[in-house]
C-alpha cells in the first residue's frame, strides 16, 4: 500500500524522518522497507474510480479492518490520513462520541481505546494544491513520534 506513487513518497520519507522506516522510500514490495512501531492499512482495498470511494465500497471493505483492529491489540495511537478514513476508524468504535475530522487534532475518545489523530491525506490533489505542505505534515508524524515516546 501506498508504494511506488506520490502519495508514499510523502508518507514514507515523514515515516523515515519520525523514526518509524529505516528507509524514506518505497518503489516495491522487496525493497527492504521495514517500518518500526507503525503498521499501515486501508479503509477500501481496491482503488476506487477518481480516488473517491463510495459508501458501499467502504462497507464491503470494512471487515478488514475491524479483523486488522481486534489483531493488534496493542495499539496506543491511530493516525487517519483522510477524512474518509478518519470516518470508517469511527465506525469501528462502539459508542464513539461524534467528532469532526480537523487536520492535526488529537482526539482522547476514551482511556480503553487509542488516540486517535487526524491528517489530511497525502494525495496529489492535496499537495499540488498546497492543502497539505510538507511542513504539516511532517509535524504529524513528529508529533505521533513525541506521543508514543510518553508512558502510557
Same mark, same amino acid.
Given at each position: 500500500?501506498? %508504494?511506488?506513487?506520490?502519495?508514499?513518497?510523502?508518507?514514507? !520519507?515523514?515515516?523515515?524522518?519520525?523514526?518509524?522506516?529505516?528507509?524514506? %522510500?518505497?518503489?516495491?514490495?522487496?525493497?527492504?522497507?521495514?517500518?518500526?512501531?507503525?503498521? #499501515?492499512?486501508?479503509?477500501?482495498?481496491?482503488?476506487?474510480?477518481?480516488? !473517491?470511494?463510495?459508501?458501499?465500497?467502504?462497507?464491503?471493505?470494512?471487515?478488514?479492518?475491524?479483523?486488522?483492529?481486534?489483531?493488534?491489540?496493542?495499539?496506543?495511537?491511530?493516525?487517519?490520513?483522510?477524512?474518509?478514513?478518519?470516518?470508517?476508524?469511527? %465506525?469501528?468504535?462502539?459508542?464513539?462520541?461524534?467528532?469532526?475530522?480537523?487536520?492535526?487534532?488529537?482526539?482522547? #475518545?476514551?482511556?480503553?481505546?487509542?488516540?486517535?489523530?487526524?491528517?489530511?491525506?497525502?494525495?496529489?490533489?492535496? %499537495?499540488?494544491?498546497? !492543502?497539505?505542505?510538507?511542513?504539516?505534515?511532517?509535524?504529524?508524524?513528529?508529533?505521533?513520534?513525541?506521543?508514543?515516546?510518553?508512558?502510557?
Amino acid at each position: 500500500m501506498f %508504494t511506488g506513487d506520490s502519495s508514499g513518497d510523502w508518507l514514507f !520519507k515523514a515515516l523515515y524522518e519520525a523514526g518509524f522506516a529505516n528507509q524514506p %522510500t518505497s518503489v516495491n514490495r522487496d525493497d527492504g522497507l521495514r517500518l518500526d512501531s507503525a503498521y #499501515i492499512t486501508a479503509t477500501v482495498r481496491c482503488p476506487p474510480p477518481a480516488n !473517491k470511494p463510495t459508501r458501499d465500497e467502504i462497507r464491503n471493505c470494512s471487515s478488514y479492518l475491524a479483523e486488522e483492529l481486534e489483531i493488534l491489540p496493542d495499539v496506543r495511537l491511530v493516525l487517519t490520513l483522510g477524512r474518509v478514513a478518519f470516518n470508517a476508524y469511527l %465506525t469501528h468504535l462502539p459508542d464513539a462520541p461524534r467528532i469532526a475530522f480537523k487536520h492535526g487534532a488529537l482526539y482522547n #475518545i476514551d482511556r480503553e481505546r487509542p488516540l486517535l489523530m487526524a491528517s489530511y491525506h497525502p494525495s496529489r490533489q492535496n %499537495t499540488q494544491t498546497r !492543502k497539505l505542505i510538507w511542513e504539516a505534515w511532517s509535524n504529524i508524524f513528529a508529533e505521533t513520534r513525541k506521543l508514543l515516546n510518553r508512558p502510557s
